[in-house]
Structure formats: structure tokens, C-alpha cells
């Protein structure tokens, strides 16, 4: 099995950029799917990436993902930042076995 | 629209079991797996496992082996997640998400879990 590893928490200012990684410990990060959730407090998870790069209908087109081979990585970009945006945010994949692993989350603060 | 609607918030003691389910609804539940996922207070989230709502196969997280049990009643579309031997430990807020796989030429995905359902309180304590 593979760890996926966040940093614990990120900030910025309203209307800034900020990039969330997300590095897979063993393995390929192109070869299983990445999703990234946004969680706000007292609320369930949503998706706002998935199958790595793909944005669900409702999300903002400020929300954007990616993935980089030479730091065998995933990220989740959010451009013009909202002080809604503030959430915690969780990236997601698998393994050959089937069994899903999620990071262990990114508490972001707009200030 | 589609939707998971979850039992409520449940009191157990340690060693006892609980059981929670997962009712589906706005779309074709045998087209769908479900996965479980729990949330320990102020911690990140855990993954236990995941059915196949076609055809019932199941995939639990290695640390749960043995002491969960994930199942599925496609007369109702309901899913159901138990868990036996509790420990304060497994306090938590657990949920059931519908998740999106599928097989190809080239292999098998998994992709989102979307929607998720409310959340189900679980606490574990003497």
C-alpha cells in the first residue's frame, strides 16, 4: 500500500493563488486516479476534482488540478481566493488492490 | 436529485456492535458501489471499505478485517455498514458515499465518491 501526504495547513489572502500538494509515497501518481474533496466544518465532503483534472458541474473554474511525474505528485490550485474557500481539503486515489487511501488533509485559512 | 440518507446517531458500549445504513435514492443503485468512510473528532478521514452494489463484492481497509461487515439490499437500495467489538476508538462520525468505478481494456478505475450522505454519530463509551 502508498501513503498520500498534504501539508497540514496552507494560507493566503483573498484574491491570491495557492497550490495544494499531495505526494504519493510509493508508486506512480499517474497511474491511479486522484480526486480532492472540500470538507467544511459540520458538513460532509465534496468533490472538487476528479479522475485528476476533471471539475464537477457547480464547481468553480477557479478550482483546478494536476499531476506532476517528477515529484510523483497531485495538486489542487485555487486562483482567486474567497474567504469561502476556507475548508479543509482531502486528496483521494487507490491501489492495485482496490483499496482507496486518502491524504490526511489540508486545513486552508483565507486571511 | 440523487441522495444517501443515513440512520441516526447511535450510543454504544465498548464490545457491543452497531449498524448503520445508507438509503440511496435519485439513481440506479446496482450501477453504483458504496464506500464507508469515518471521521474521529477533529481528526482526517478514514476509509473502511467499499461495496459493489451490482454484485455485492466487498474491499475492507486491512485495519478494519474482521470486524466490519459491509452489505447491500437492492430491494430497497439500501446499503448497511456494521461494526463489531467497539472501541472508544471508533468514535466517529461515519459516512456512505456513492462511489463511481468501472472497468476498461486497460484496467479498473475507481473515481469519485459523490454524493455523500449526512453523517451518522457513532459514539463508543462505558
Known amino acids: 500500500n502508498f501513503m498520500l501526504t498534504q501539508p497540514h495547513s496552507v494560507s493566503e489572502s483573498p484574491g491570491k493563488t495557492v497550490t495544494i500538494s499531495c505526494t504519493r509515497s510509493s508508486g506512480s501518481i499517474a497511474s491511479n486516479y486522484v480526486q480532492w474533496y472540500q470538507q467544511r466544518p459540520g458538513s460532509a465532503p465534496t468533490t472538487v476534482i476528479y479522475e485528476d483534472i476533471q471539475r464537477p458541474s457547480g464547481v468553480p473554474n477557479r478550482f483546478s488540478g494536476s499531476i506532476d511525474s517528477s515529484s510523483n505528485s497531485a495538486s489542487l490550485t485555487i486562483s482567486g481566493l474567497k474567504t469561502e474557500d476556507e475548508a479543509d481539503y482531502y486528496c483521494q486515489s487507490y491501489d492495485s488492490s482496490n483499496h482507496v487511501v486518502f491524504g490526511g488533509g489540508t486545513k486552508l485559512t483565507v486571511l | 436529485q440523487v441522495q444517501l440518507v443515513q440512520s441516526g446517531a447511535e450510543v454504544k458500549k465498548p464490545g457491543a456492535s452497531v449498524k448503520v445504513s445508507c438509503k440511496a435514492s435519485g439513481y440506479t443503485f446496482t450501477s453504483y458501489g458504496i464506500s464507508w468512510v469515518r471521521q474521529a473528532p477533529g481528526q482526517g478521514l478514514e476509509w473502511m471499505g467499499w461495496?459493489?452494489?451490482?454484485?455485492?463484492?466487498?474491499t475492507y481497509a486491512q485495519r478494519l478485517q474482521g470486524r466490519v461487515t459491509m452489505t447491500t439490499d437492492t430491494s430497497t437500495s439500501t446499503a448497511y455498514m456494521e461494526l463489531r467489538s467497539l472501541r472508544s476508538d471508533d468514535t466517529a462520525v461515519y459516512y456512505c458515499?456513492?462511489?463511481?468505478?468501472?472497468?476498461?481494456?486497460?484496467?479498473?478505475?475507481?473515481?469519485?465518491?459523490?454524493?455523500w450522505g449526512q453523517g451518522t454519530l457513532v459514539t463508543v463509551s462505558s
Open positions: 458515499a456513492r462511489l463511481l468505478y468501472y472497468y476498461d481494456s486497460s484496467g479498473f478505475y475507481i473515481t469519485d465518491f459523490d454524493p
Open positions: 461495496i459493489s452494489a451490482y454484485n455485492g463484492n466487498t
